[in-house]
């Protein structure tokens, strides 16, 4: 939702950057304040998940330039783990299979590590039990996914919700959802939307990166941004993805190479 | 691969130091005089050197396998000192007069040599190159009936004990490591459980070889009578040479009716330097033989050690119902190479066993997996499972599963699976995006691959297997 | 030049050699073959590759090739026939026999030895280049012996659909046969071929085959082994097989004749998304021995592979099955899993079964599994619980247990057959009489 003097937490200015040499993002901007829901929609290969990754620091995508500020700090400078632990969160489009880790242990050190990064306290492995299984109804999760490996033998829609149960925990001030509606049936997309969408508050935001307009039925963004080529080529409100659900991408496309020659 | 992650796998070897004492080495070399000189110093029954020359003998007839995926320059055995004892200032009376720089050197280790250290609750036989030094709370043990004492000392108190039963598990002539040991072995624990006597602490024997050029060949024996059981621990370390070292050891295990044997290894002798130079070679025979029906073998290594390891610890179920287990982490970088597995030879009705091995490469290392599950056709019913998992870090390395199954009765039933996982930036990311550090992720992917084995160990090896696996415990264990 | 002293037995085996080619690269292949049949010997247990089966019987007995073809009535081989083949090739005793063979498929399928001279550079770049002899004694007599089998061509882009039928029939005792194969699938092309053994005897008699086949980009090729040798058959087969870029293999072999017989099948994934399939089915049972021996080389990224090796073992029968997967370094994002499940069916029934991983690349994603037991006691249950005796649950789903495997030849009229050859094998079998419960 949008708030009046709301507060500006990300600020993305003309970002490049690319994978094993192939450029992927060229020049995007994005400002996303507090309260905000915002979609990044576009083309397969136009580098909506490339853009959330290098939001959350993967190793692999070198920033050839632009900025990154995310609360005032240059969120360039930190490492994966520090921008998680500064609010920053990712949901993965393909989350990873961790054998033998129990998700419990994994859950609690994770939340526990994020805690002491904002001096606040860190919870027993009981304390953060009945903590967890609070969380857990939020999205309709068995108990039983605890004590199975991280994501190991989870269905699609299993590993989703575990994605969402991450975010509940960690309580990020900016998430990054990657394609959270793919692989989801109609009742867990239902059931991990209303996760969201009951995090969702005035202090943090929510970035949603999808293909399809059907998770905006369940999450109304409050921005939908269509990427082509590794930016942002139009911005508009909620009705701009029934539009781009009616018309596909290519006149988004061809409009902005339109506009691109008008402004040369 | 990620420096962040090379950095991690690759902790400093702390075992790495000299002792500065006095020792009485033999002059280097193999011969039947060799073999005389060391039953000699140990005022041996001709029984016994006989034993040793007949294994000498037929060692002289055979060759080193080849079969094993390890590569290493032929051995010089003629280089090799087969004797080396840490001088006695005189007859030991007690713990007290044990010379103060082994004490020292032991308390650097942390085995704990004095019965009223904190580690108390453990009885410890600690070998210092040829000889056993020191063996705590055999006064308690004797008084409960169980013998714990050094091999040398069990063949001047106990010969008809040791008489019956050594070699009956692994004959003199079983292997071309295991006869040479048989020839020329000059130390090692003995542990008698009798009947119906639960050992009411863990025995344990900490090896140590400090000599250059000496190699070492210890003998362990543990016998467990109808309805006994004992947990006995093994710990090995040696100081860092620039030459190889030659481990050859042969532990025989038996288990009569309804006993119950557990054996736990930390193997953690030095392995050269990263460039491959120097480290042990780790070459064991080490067997278990379910005499008795109901019986039960449990074999857990964690082998971090070792230029080169060569070993695999076996079970021949004889007796009906008994059971087998063997529960393995192998931890192999740089340059180490490790070839370990297990036999499960299944000859009773309603055998079982149970294989759970958990293989990590990193660096330039080679790790293999090899094991053996045959099932005779006088057992019926029998029952085996196992698992080899494997985890490559980095792309230098390599991991190999060699499992030969080989079943001759209809009515066993054998399941064996292997897979591959492995630590990669991806991995590392995930942990990351949840504000999970490099070090921390690695510490809890390396225990939640190898917790099968961990569970397994007693308490203290636990915290101490995963310390050596340079890892934290945070969370996992406790 | 032969200037090792060859073992007397390979020796003697070597006896009767085909005349010198006109081809002087042909005639250099055979003698390097016969100079590495010198530097090798006959293989026993004690060598790890034949660790499980001791082909000593062979060595008491020796065999000489055929000398002039035998004749046989159309009627004889027609038990034998595929309907829906395009083409036939079939040998009596390794000999072409042009009057049973044809060839409707609209491309090169003929014997080699006529092949050779038509198709010299293409068979020159190929023959000889995948199946090993230097180490391998049975490939080594078999290239010594180089002379007639079967060349198939197929051209770029084109598919053929019905099946190709090579039929190789045993009819006389004491004769060796050394049949070669050369299959050479161009970029884009299909091909399903089925390689046939069968004999009208039951007398001792040895084959060694060798079998080459050349995927280029994109080809796919299925590959159909059919093995019911008579029953006093020496039957030693090696396969190799090479697969360019994104190319497919699928191999069904089936192992149900011969004293011993040992099937050598390697796939080398030489270049990027290469794909390969082999299953198999070993059924025998009396004093038979089945030994398979594959190897799945991954030498490039991005391969995947998948394979399933069942045994069916009954009476004093003897089953071997070692599948070596290797990932080579640098073959990352490889996809492999192997499974190989056995079956005993009597006391004296052995298998021996050794799958291995060997890995050298950390981006890999590789699994294999063995099994060796009885059938499921409770599916038994369940279908006697549903009225059927005990021996026929047996043997329905011993049947269904090898049923797996035949499913997957993809020539119906085969398919048939062999589920047919199955059911009475495993009726036979009736592992019910032994009165268990």
């Known amino acids: 939702m949008i708030y009046q003097d709301s507060k500006t937490l990300l600020s993305v200015r003309d970002l490049h950057a690319s994978v094993s040499g192939t450029?992927?993002?060229?020049?995007?901007?994005?400002?996303?304040?507090?309260?905000?829901?915002?979609?990044?929609?576009?083309?397969?290969?136009?580098?909506?998940?490339?853009?959330?990754?290098?939001?959350?620091?993967?190793?692999?995508?070198?920033?050839?330039?632009?900025?990154?500020?995310?609360?005032?700090?240059?969120?360039?400078?930190?490492?994966?783990?520090?921008?998680?632990?500064?609010?920053?969160?990712?949901?993965?489009?393909?989350?990873?299979?961790?054998p033998g880790v129990a998700n419990s242990q994994f859950l609690r050190l994770a939340y526990n590590t994020v805690q002491a990064g904002r001096g606040e306290d860190e919870l027993d492995p009981l304390e953060f039990d009945d903590f967890v299984r609070e969380k857990m109804k939020l999205l309709e999760m068995n108990p039983d996914f605890l004590d199975r490996s991280v994501n190991e033998g989870f269905s699609g829609g299993e590993k989703k919700r575990n994605e969402i149960l991450q975010m509940a925990l960690l309580e990020p001030r900016l998430a990054i959802l990657d394609e959270t509606d793919s692989g989801l049936d109609i009742d867990a997309l239902r059931i991990v939307a209303g996760g969201v969408n009951q995090l969702a508050n005035k202090d943090n935001a929510i970035v949603l990166v999808t293909h399809y307009q059907r998770l905006l039925n369940y999450i109304v963004p409050d921005y939908v941004h269509v990427m082509d080529a590794g930016r942002i080529v139009k911005t508009g409100g909620k009705e701009l993805a029934l539009e781009l659900e009616e018309r596909g991408y290519d006149w988004v496309g061809a409009e902005a190479k339109a506009n691109a020659r008008v402004n040369a | 691969m990620s420096t962040t992650l090379q950095n991690l796998v690759n902790q400093p070897y702390k075992h790495g130091f000299v002792t500065e004492i006095e020792s009485d080495v033999a002059p280097k070399g193999l011969s039947e005089d060799t073999i005389r000189l060391i039953s000699g110093k140990k005022n041996e029954p001709e029984w016994l050197l006989q034993l040793r020359l007949d294994a000498y003998r037929h060692w002289l007839t055979m060759e080193e396998?080849?079969?094993?995926?390890?590569?290493?320059?032929?051995?010089?055995?003629?280089?090799?000192?087969?004797?080396?004892?840490?001088?006695?200032?005189?007859?030991?009376?007690?713990?007290?007069?044990?010379?103060?720089?082994?004490?020292?050197?032991?308390?650097?280790?942390?085995?704990?040599?004095?019965?009223?250290?904190?580690?108390?609750?453990v009885a410890v036989d600690v070998i210092f190159d040829s000889v056993s030094v020191a063996t705590t709370y055999k006064a308690k043990l004797a008084e409960v009936g169980i013998i714990f004492c050094s091999i040398s000392e069990a063949v001047r108190d106990h010969p008809e004990l040791v008489r019956k039963y050594l070699g009956s598990v692994v004959p003199v002539g079983d292997n071309y490591y295991a006869a040479l040991n048989s020839a020329v072995f000059t130390d090692g624990s003995f542990c008698f459980i009798p009947k119906g006597v639960k050992c009411p602490m863990d025995?344990?024997?900490?090896?140590?070889?400090n000599t250059e050029n000496s190699g070492q060949f210890e003998r362990t024996l543990i016998v467990a009578e109808e309805g006994a059981s004992v947990s006995y621990l093994e710990g090995c370390t040696a100081p860092k040479f620039d030459t190889n070292q030659l481990h050859a050891a042969v532990v025989e295990l038996i288990a009569l009716d309804n006993a119950d044997i557990k054996y736990s290894t930390v193997q953690n002798w030095y392995a050269g330097d990263a460039n491959g130079l120097g480290g042990i070679y780790n070459f064991v025979t080490k067997r278990g033989l379910c005499k008795g029906v109901n019986s039960r073998i449990s074999w857990t290594q964690v082998e971090t050690g070792s230029a080169i390891t060569w070993k695999y610890p076996s079970c021949v179920l004889r007796g009906d119902n008994s059971v087998g287990e063997f529960y393995s982490v192998a931890l192999t970088n740089h340059h180490q190479q490790a070839d370990t597995g297990t036999k499960m030879i299944h000859l009773g009705k309603n055998t079982r066993s149970t294989i759970v091995s958990k293989g990590i490469s990193a660096g330039h290392s080679n790790n293999s997996y090899r094991g053996?599950?045959?099932?005779?056709?006088?057992?019926?019913?029998?029952?085996?499972?196992?698992?080899?998992?494997?985890?490559?870090?980095?792309?230098?390395?390599?991991?190999?599963?060699?499992?030969?199954?080989?079943?001759?009765?209809?009515?066993?039933?054998?399941?064996?699976?292997?897979?591959t996982s492995k630590i990669g930036e991806d991995q590392l990311f995930y942990f990351a995006q949840r504000g999970i550090g490099a070090e921390e992720a690695v510490s809890m992917i390396i225990n939640g691959f190898c917790k099968d084995v961990f569970q397994q160990l007693p308490m203290e090896f636990a915290v101490e297997a995963t310390k050596l696996l340079g890892l934290k415990l945070e969370g996992s264990v406790g | 030049m032969n200037t090792v002293s060859t073992s007397p037995y390979l020796a003697g085996l070597l006896q009767g050699q085909p005349p010198a080619s006109?081809?002087?690269?042909?005639?250099?292949?055979?003698?390097?073959?016969?100079?590495?049949?010198?530097?090798?010997?006959?293989?026993?247990?004690?060598?790890?590759?034949?660790r499980f089966t001791d082909i000593s019987p062979l060595t008491k007995l020796s065999f000489q090739p055929a000398q002039g073809a035998a004749q046989l009535a159309p009627a004889a081989i027609e038990q034998w026939a595929i309907p829906e083949a395009a083409a036939r090739l079939v040998f009596v005793d390794g000999i072409y026999a042009p009057g049973h063979s044809f060839n409707r498929a609209g491309l090169t399928v003929e014997n080699l030895a006529s092949g050779v001279s038509r198709h010299g550079a293409a068979v020159q770049a190929h023959l000889g280049r995948y199946a090993d002899f230097e180490r391998n004694v049975f490939t080594a007599v078999n290239t010594?012996?180089?002379?007639?089998?079967?060349?198939?061509?197929?051209?770029?882009?084109?598919?053929?659909?019905?099946?190709?039928?090579?039929?190789?029939?045993?009819?006389?005792?004491?004769?060796?046969?050394?049949?070669r194969c050369l299959i050479v699938a161009e970029s884009g092309s299909a091909v399903t071929v089925v390689e046939d053994y069968v004999a009208l005897q039951s007398e001792a008699y040895f084959t060694s085959a060798v079998t080459e086949l050349a995927l280029t980009g994109n080809a796919e090729v299925h590959h159909v082994r059919v093995q019911r040798e008579g029953a006093e058959a020496f039957h030693f087969a090696n396969c190799a097989v090479s697969l360019a870029q994104a190319s497919r293999y699928h191999?069904?072999?089936?192992?149900?004749?011969?004293?011993?017989?040992?099937?050598?099948?390697?796939?080398?994934?030489?270049?990027?998304?290469?794909?390969?399939?082999?299953?198999?089915?070993?059924?025998?049972?009396?004093?038979?021995?089945?030994?398979?021996?594959?190897?799945?080389?991954?030498?490039?990224?991005?391969?995947?592979?998948?394979?399933?090796?069942?045994?069916?073992?009954?009476?004093?029968?003897?089953?071997?099955?070692?599948?070596?997967?290797?990932?080579?370094?640098?073959?990352?994002?490889?996809?492999?899993?192997?499974?190989?499940r056995n079956l005993l069916l009597s006391a004296r029934a052995r298998v021996d079964t050794k799958p291995q991983l060997e890995i050298f690349a950390d981006d890999v994603k590789c699994a294999h599994g063995a099994t060796v037991g009885q059938l499921d006691v409770d599916e038994v249950f369940y279908l006697k619980s549903r009225g059927l005796s005990d021996t026929a649950a047996r043997n329905l789903l011993t049947y269904a247990f090898g049923a797996e495997v035949i499913e997957r030849i993809p020539v119906a009229s085969l398919r048939n057959r062999l589920e047919q050859t199955v059911m009475e094998r495993t009726h036979a079998a009736a592992p019910g009489a032994e009165g268990k419960p």
């Open chain 3, 144 to 179: 010594a012996f180089l002379h007639d089998g079967a060349l198939i061509l197929v051209p770029r882009d084109t598919a053929l659909a019905a099946p190709v039928h090579l039929l190789f029939i045993a009819t006389r005792k004491h004769a060796a046969s050394y049949p």
């Open chain 1, 23 to 98: 450029r992927i993002l060229k020049g995007m901007n994005l400002t996303v304040k507090s309260g905000e829901v915002h979609a990044i929609m576009g083309p397969n290969g136009s580098g909506k998940s490339t853009f959330a990754k290098v939001l959350a620091g993967h190793p692999s995508y070198e920033v050839s330039g632009g900025e990154i500020e995310f609360e005032g700090r240059n969120l360039l400078e930190l490492a994966a783990e520090a921008r998680a632990r500064a609010g920053v969160f990712l949901g993965f489009q393909y989350p990873i299979e961790i």
């Open chain 3, 251 to 340: 191999s069904v072999s089936i192992a149900l004749g011969g004293r011993i017989s040992r099937h050598n099948l390697a796939a080398l994934l030489a270049a990027e998304g290469a794909e390969c399939r082999l299953d198999g089915l070993a059924l025998i049972g009396g004093q038979q021995l089945a030994d398979s021996h594959t190897l799945i080389d991954h030498a490039s990224p991005r391969g995947s592979s998948r394979q399933l090796h069942k045994c069916i073992v009954d009476g004093a029968a003897r089953a071997v099955f070692n599948g070596n997967i290797m990932v080579r370094p640098g073959a990352q994002r490889t996809d492999s899993s192997q499974s190989s």
């Open chain 2, 65 to 121: 396998p080849q079969w094993p995926n390890v590569k290493y320059p032929k051995i010089d055995f003629q280089a090799i000192s087969y004797y080396s004892a840490p001088k006695p200032k005189k007859t030991l009376n007690s713990m007290d007069e044990v010379d103060p720089e082994l004490l020292r050197t032991f308390e650097k280790l942390g085995v704990p040599m004095n019965e009223r250290a904190k580690l108390a609750g």
């Open chain 3, 22 to 50: 006109p081809l002087t690269w042909l005639n250099e292949l055979r003698a390097n073959a016969v100079d590495r049949v010198g530097a090798l010997t006959v293989p026993t247990t004690r060598d790890e590759d034949w």
């Open chain 2, 203 to 209: 025995l344990s024997t900490y090896f140590r070889i």
């Open chain 2, 372 to 419: 053996l599950v045959r099932i005779a056709p006088t057992a019926a019913g029998a029952r085996n499972y196992s698992q080899c998992d494997s985890m490559l870090i980095g792309e230098q390395c390599g991991a190999n599963t060699f499992p030969y199954i080989q079943v001759n009765n209809p009515s066993a039933k054998v399941e064996h699976e292997a897979s």
